[in-house]
């Protein structure tokens, strides 16, 4: 069993940079890849990023490589999620998740964490 908490959302201006985080508990986080996704209103849940469990592998949704960045410290259990250059475009709730996989399917996904608002302004 894990739980997630993101922190770090906000609201910002176009072309800022905010780093999201995420603080994981419980069992066996060291085993899980961890991934962020980013949900819209009236959009469906998008995939951002994961970094697998050991950290060496990254990888990003296309659109956003470049801007975004995924991170992980396993000895303080946290993710973080640094954008750059956002966009009015980026606004939305993200999320922090965790699986056995490493996958950019939310469907792979076991556990999630509430969510944390960003929201990007003209």
């Known amino acids: 069993q894990v739980q997630l908490a993101e922190s770090g959302g906000g609201l910002v201006q176009a072309g800022d940079s905010l780093r999201l985080s995420c603080t994981a508990s419980g069992r066996t986080f060291r085993n899980y890849a961890m991934a962020w996704f980013r949900q819209a209103p009236g959009k469906e849940r998008e995939f951002v990023g994961v970094?697998?469990?050991?950290?060496?592998?990254?990888s990003y949704a296309d659109s956003l490589k470049g801007r975004f960045t995924i991170s992980r410290d396993n000895a303080r259990n946290m993710v973080y999620l640094q954008m750059s250059s956002l966009k009015p475009e980026d606004t939305a709730v993200y999320y922090c998740a965790t699986a056995t996989t490493y996958s950019s399917r939310s469907r792979d996904y076991d556990y999630w964490g509430q969510g944390t608002q960003v929201t990007v302004s003209s």
């Open positions: 970094v697998s469990w050991n950290g060496g592998t990254k």
